[in-house]
């Protein structure tokens, strides 16, 4: 199953985006799907998730209250909206999926089996 990103740009601080994800079979499956970002130079880091069948959403800290994740099942799309950018949220956006991530190790980059390619988001000051 590919993954495909999509929805980054170039924004202003305070502005917004949505970033799509989208699966490419219609027997995609997943426990989870979730969000990582990636700043130059630093590690890839937990963003967003979503679990795919009751809904439940967890967030980075840092993003809580500025970022919602949200998913459509029908069109085995996942969603990242960001509103309130910061130039701190500078980084690559990637999704990812999984269906053997369980809720312990959501956030940890390793329990990820099914990458997409990454959304570059730039935000200025």
């Known amino acids: 199953v590919q993954l495909q990103a999509s929805g980054g740009g170039l924004v202003q601080d305070g502005g917004s985006l949505k970033l799509s994800c989208t699966a490419s079979e219609r027997t995609f499956s997943t426990r989870y799907m979730t969000w990582f970002r990636q700043a130059p130079g630093k590690e890839r880091e937990f963003v967003a998730a979503?679990?795919?069948?009751?809904?439940?959403?967890y967030y980075e800290d840092s993003v809580k209250g500025r970022f919602t994740i949200s998913r459509d099942r029908a069109k085995n799309s996942g969603y990242l909206q960001m509103n309130s950018l910061r130039p701190e949220d500078t980084a690559v956006y990637y999704c990812a999926a999984s269906p053997s991530v369980i809720l312990s190790n959501v956030a940890s980059r390793n329990a990820y089996n099914n990458w997409g390619q990454g959304t570059l988001v730039t935000v200025s000051s």
């Open positions: 979503i679990n795919w069948g009751s809904g439940g959403t």
